[in-house]
């Protein structure tokens, strides 16, 4: 099965920060990378799919990037809304799919 | 409106089963694989399996494999995940959501199709307990 592997596993940053979370893959995945928030008590919501896609609806202050085993979430400008856990998950090689163990955001 | 309802609460014994439901409307509900995700209190997202409702056609994770089945009822739109021997390990929220295969690249010679969940239903809790 592949891994996926998050840092940091939490983070704490200001309104207005530029936020970063990565994920590692344990082998290549080309592509297939999708991210997800869930804020608390709630459901999932895919924010990227393919890496780097924009899924329709989400704010542009969302991006996506990385190929091959290393990939990155970036929130251009931290918003209040934006507290939550955020996944990355791997389609390149399945059954199983899988998720990254999780990164907690908070609001300084 | 593209929704995906989950039953309700379920408290159950340990070896006991558990049926959950997930009703499907706004879309054509044999067009669209259902997933199911479970998350233990505290814990990270873990996927079950997925079936194709139009096939019926089903893949597990080999953790559940023996233990979960996925199945559906397509004159209801409905996807029913039933997981038996259950112990407090299973105590969890359980999701269904869709699966969607996009493909942003349509005019390369053989564009990727890429798979995501988009759709997901609010979750059903389950707890096992003696």
């Known amino acids: 099965d592949i891994q996926m592997t998050q840092s940091p596993s939490s983070l704490s940053a200001s309104v207005g920060d530029r936020v970063t979370i990565t994920c590692r893959a344990s082998?290549?995945?080309?592509?297939?990378v999708n991210w997800y928030q869930q804020r608390p008590g709630k459901a999932p919501n895919v924010l990227i799919f393919?890496?780097?896609s924009v899924q329709s609806g989400v704010p542009s202050r969302f991006s996506g990037s990385g190929s091959g085993t290393d990939f990155t979430l970036t929130i251009s400008s931290l918003q209040p809304e934006d507290i939550g856990t955020y996944y990355c998950?791997?389609?390149?090689?399945?059954?199983?799919?899988?998720f990254g163990q999780g990164t907690r955001l908070e609001i300084k | 409106q593209v929704h995906l309802v989950q039953s309700g609460g379920e408290v159950k014994k340990p070896g006991a089963s558990v049926k959950v439901s997930c009703k499907a409307s706004?879309?054509?509900?044999?067009?669209?694989?259902i997933n199911w995700v479970r998350q233990a209190t505290g814990q990270g997202l873990e996927w079950m399996g997925w079936?194709?409702?139009?096939?019926?056609?089903?893949g597990y994770a080999q953790k559940f494999r023996g233990r979960v089945t996925i199945t559906r009822n397509t004159s209801i739109s409905t996807a029913y995940m039933e997981l038996s021997n259950l112990t407090s390990e299973d105590t969890a929220v359980y999701f269904c959501?869709?699966?969607?295969?996009?493909?942003?690249?349509?005019?390369?010679?053989?564009?990727?199709?890429?798979?995501?969940?988009?759709?997901w239903g609010k979750g059903t809790t389950v707890t096992v307990s003696s």
């Open positions: 959501a869709r699966g969607s295969n996009v493909t942003p690249n349509p005019w390369l010679p053989r564009p990727p199709k890429y798979y995501y969940m988009d759709v």
């Open positions: 393919a890496a780097s």
């Open positions: 706004g879309y054509s509900f044999t067009n669209y694989d």
């Open positions: 079936m194709n409702p139009n096939s019926g056609n089903t």
């Open positions: 998950q791997q389609t390149y090689n399945t059954p199983p799919i899988t």
């Open positions: 082998q290549d995945i080309n592509n297939y």
